[in-house]
């Protein structure tokens, strides 16, 4: 399976952006994908999760109410869109796809996800 991010760039606070991801190769070996984030000097952080088939989502507390993660089955790609963005949104957002099969909860856990895209940076300035 091949991730390709793509829709990072710089926004003032308050401002939007939208993310895609495009899942290629053996993606009917994926049940869910995910974005995940990391800030400068900071480990991996979960932002939100979402399942191919059901569409049943899961997301972070940092950003519940602000970031929605939407799937196109037929195009195998992923998006997250991302409103009032504020200077800790800051990171580079990497998609990633999971076989896991479990509770949503589940796929808050970043060893869960098996393949992994190459990242798209997100700066927000003040």
């Known amino acids: 399976v091949q991730l390709q991010a793509s829709g990072g760039g710089l926004v003032q606070a308050g401002g939007s952006l939208r993310l895609s991801c495009a899942a290629s190769?053996?993606?009917?070996?994926?049940?869910?994908m995910a974005w995940l984030r990391q800030a400068p000097g900071k480990g991996r952080e979960f932002v939100a999760a979402?399942?191919?088939?059901?569409?049943?989502?899961y997301y972070g507390d940092s950003v519940k109410g602000r970031f929605t993660i939407s799937r196109d089955n037929a195009k195998n790609t992923v998006y997250l869109e991302m409103n009032s963005l504020k200077p800790e949104d800051t990171a580079v957002y990497y998609c990633?796809?999971?076989?896991?099969?479990?509770?949503?909860?589940?796929?808050?856990?970043?060893?869960?996800?098996?393949?992994w895209g190459q990242g798209t940076q997100v700066t927000v300035s003040s």
């Open positions: 979402i399942t191919w088939s059901s569409g049943s989502t």
């Open positions: 990633a796809a999971t076989s896991y099969g479990g509770s949503l909860y589940g796929l808050s856990r970043l060893n869960e996800y098996d393949y």
């Open positions: 190769g053996s993606t009917f070996r994926t049940y869910a």
